[in-house]
């Protein structure tokens, strides 16, 4: 069952609710839609995968940081995956346990550090220096840090290289000729550090689940080895980074499902405790990033569909040529010409598109139009550029009413950031 469906006569429904009739309710567009609905069962479809199995679900936040998502994810028994203090402190307000909770970067500032000492969350070990900073921060705050070695395991997650993070020239971890260094350096910390487990994270947008499973037979083979020098370490964390179906053509892409059944065994074998940190994979197909078309243009060989949204609020097309499935919310006018387009914004540079070559029936100016599997990377990378502002969010809730889950940011925000000076 997926929440946006498209009805015999043209329509796009979200749960059963027009989202035409959504569009005329809204603070302003374009805007973001969600459904809570869906949410709740890409959460329970980790949790069924999971079952039998000691496990943390850590959502990884940098997908998606609405504060309303973030309690709905955390009231469904999620942990949460952090990169920075302000992520730590957004999933503190949400109620997260902290002691579920992951704090993972290869820059971590101290500040942020002694804060993640104090709440007691697991802390990613990434380089030396990151290692004397959790000390510095575990003496300021006064606790011993549980901490896990964020092993790099040279393994290639076949995706874009923006996105790809577990291959040996990445910038994230430490590679496995210095994993007796870093073994020595907890072990001369005993007040300090407590060595719990090891974390590795591929990458984002995998297909294959072979390539987790390459990855959890190292890193099982590297919990061996780091139990051998006599540490107690119980958790394997094997990251996040499933990927979605993007491209809505019915492929069957792996399920959470086959994620857990590829790794359960080896988990099991080895008496583990299993996180994982799904970002894309929890939110990304619970969204559509709702816009109305401006009008229609043809310049040389190309034809445009202008919308009022853009790279500002959604720059996964731009940055890393994503493709995100685009449609119309209502059925075309009879005499429609089918053509080939590219979807774009009003923003001031070529960049500015959502969507390059596709076909679609010529549309009206005012039609709505939406781009699929906005949930994940796209409000939480949007900016202001153009002073664009970044849009209002909404969500069906379970009983297929619509609320509010963010204002939209004005022209006042804007100009607050100047007051005073
Ligand atoms: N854990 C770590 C350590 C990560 O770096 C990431 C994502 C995740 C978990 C969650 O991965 P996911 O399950 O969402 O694939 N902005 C890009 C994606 C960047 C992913 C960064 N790391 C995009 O829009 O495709």
């Known amino acids: 069952q997926h929440c946006f469906t498209k009805s015999e006569d043209g329509f796009l429904y979200c749960e059963g609710v027009k989202v035409e009739e959504i569009m005329e309710v809204v603070e302003r567009r374009p805007f973001y839609l969600y459904s809570k609905p869906q949410i709740t069962r890409n959460v329970e479809a980790y949790k069924e995968a999971l079952e039998g199995l000691d496990s943390i679900i850590?959502?990884?936040?940098?997908?998606?940081?609405?504060?309303?998502?973030?309690?709905?994810?955390?009231?469904?028994?999620?942990?949460?995956?952090?990169?920075?203090?302000?992520?730590?402190?957004?999933?503190?307000?949400?109620?997260?346990?902290?002691?579920?909770?992951?704090?993972?970067?290869?820059?971590?500032?101290?500040?942020?550090?002694?804060?993640?000492?104090?709440?007691?969350?697991?802390?990613?070990?990434?380089?030396?220096?990151?290692?004397?900073?959790?000390?510095?921060?575990?003496?300021?705050?006064?606790?011993?840090?549980?901490?896990?070695?964020?092993?790099?395991?040279?393994?290639?997650?076949?995706?874009?290289?923006?996105?790809?993070?577990?291959?040996?020239?990445?910038?994230?971890?430490?590679?496995?000729?210095?994993?007796?260094?870093?073994?020595?350096?907890?072990?001369?910390?005993?007040?300090?550090?407590?060595?719990v487990g090891a974390h590795c994270h591929l990458g984002s947008t995998i297909t294959k689940v072979d390539i987790f499973r390459d990855a959890a037979v190292l890193m099982v083979n590297y919990i061996d080895e780091i139990r051998s020098q006599g540490f107690e370490i119980n958790y394997l964390n094997i990251g996040g980074g499933l990927g979605i179906d993007y491209y809505h053509t019915g492929t069957v892409l792996p399920t959470p499902r086959d994620l857990i059944d590829t790794v359960r065994e080896l988990v099991l074998s080895r008496n583990l405790n299993l996180i994982i940190e799904p970002g894309r994979s929890l939110i990304a197909n619970t969204c559509c990033f709702v816009n109305r078309v401006t009008g229609v243009k043809t310049n040389g060989t190309k034809n445009f569909v202008v919308i009022d949204g853009s790279m500002a609020e959604l720059i996964r097309p731009s940055l890393y040529g994503a493709y995100q499935h685009i449609e119309l919310v209502s059925p075309p006018s009879p005499n429609a010409e089918v053509s080939t387009f590219d979807v774009v914004g009003p923003v001031c540079e070529s960049a500015d598109f959502l969507g390059k070559d596709r076909e679609l029936p010529t549309p009206d100016r005012g039609t709505g139009l939406v781009v699929h599997d906005a949930g994940a990377y796209c409000m939480s990378m949007a900016s202001t550029y153009n002073l664009k502002m970044r849009p209002p969010e909404y969500w069906v809730e379970d009983d297929g009413s619509v609320s509010k889950i963010r204002h939209g940011e004005t022209f006042e925000d804007h100009l607050r950031f100047f007051e005073g000076l």
Not at 116 to 134: K, M, P, R, T, Y
Not at 151 to 157: K, M, Y
Not at 158 to 176: D, E
């Open 58 to 195: 850590g959502y990884a936040i940098k997908a998606n940081n609405n504060l309303k998502i973030l309690e709905h994810l955390r009231s469904l028994g999620c942990g949460a995956v952090l990169v920075s203090g302000n992520e730590l402190k957004l999933a503190l307000r949400a109620g997260f346990d902290p002691t579920r909770c992951v704090f993972n970067g290869n820059g971590k500032i101290l500040e942020d550090l002694v804060l993640a000492a104090q709440e007691g969350v697991f802390v990613n070990i990434d380089s030396e220096f990151d290692l004397e900073n959790i000390v510095a921060a575990s003496r300021i705050a006064g606790k011993k840090v549980n901490v896990l070695l964020r092993i790099n395991p040279d393994v290639d997650p076949q995706v874009h290289a923006y996105v790809a993070t577990g291959n040996k020239n990445s910038k994230f971890g430490i590679r496995n000729e210095k994993l007796r260094w870093f073994l020595d350096a907890v072990k001369a910390h005993p007040n300090e550090l407590k060595l």
